[in-house]
């Protein structure tokens, strides 16, 4: 099952131009679960652009809210990849200082 996590962490994070700011949702929701808004607010980026980035994390399982859809409900990381998560580490390690592989 790893595999297939390592494989959806490999495209989602490294092999596209969105992958390091998803890279930043996943360990700001790791270091303390928040919603869309504040996310963009520590980040210094766009609501529009987090929430796209949420919606592809969501859709792929690796971010959840136990709240469902509720306003200013928390992302929290999933259970799969909270019990994975040394894999996103060594493929956010294997990154460029820039960002996504080119």
Partial sequence: MSVALRQ?????IAGT???P???RIIEAVRVRPCNAN????SLGLDYRTIR?????????GLLTRPTGDAY????????????NYAIFE???RT?????AFD
Avoid: C
């Fill in 8 to 12: 959806l962490l490999w495209f989602l």
């Fill in 21 to 23: 700011n998803r890279a």
């Fill in 52 to 60: 796209h980035h949420l919606d592809l994390l969501v859709k792929n």
């Fill in 38 to 41: 504040q996310l963009a607010t």
């Fill in 72 to 83: 200013a409900s928390p992302y929290f990381l999933a259970p799969y990849l909270e019990a």
């Fill in 17 to 19: 131009r969105g992958g």
């Fill in 90 to 92: 060594e493929i956010r």
């Fill in 95 to 99: 990154m460029p200082a820039g960002g």
